[in-house]
Nanobody, 120 residues
């Protein structure tokens, strides 16, 4: 059974930082590029960062230079370091499979996501 578990969200002021984590079946990480998606209130889901099996990274323009994605294929874990957060980063963040560069390719299964709220 595929499981994706996100954690690390919270409430932060503009300019602050958060680190999100994702745990999934090791085979998912070993076989796929992985990405962080987000859904902001009233908006379509957005793919903001992708990391390939080889460790290549791609970012949406909206987060480039502020967010850093990383992965550990052996442990089946992925992180998203988010710095210089802005109110427009407020969203529920999800991890799932993806394709490089920055292409939607999620599994049918989604985790519960982790809420990030940026507000003063």
């Amino acid at each position: 059974q595929v499981q994706l578990v996100e954690s690390g969200g919270g409430l932060v002021q503009p300019g602050g930082s958060l680190r999100l984590s994702c745990v999934a079946s090791a085979n998912i990480f070993r076989l796929n590029a992985m990405g962080w998606y987000r859904r902001a209130p009233g908006k379509l889901i957005e793919l903001v960062a992708v990391t390939t099996k080889e460790g290549n990274e791609n970012y949406a323009d909206s987060v480039k230079g502020r967010f850093t994605i990383s992965r550990d294929n052996v442990k089946g874990m992925m992180s998203l370091q988010m710095n210089a957060l802005k109110p427009e980063d407020t969203a529920v963040y999800y991890c799932n499979t993806a394709r490089d560069p920055l292409t939607f390719a999620p599994l049918d299964t989604w985790g519960q996501g982790t809420q990030v709220t940026v507000t003063s």
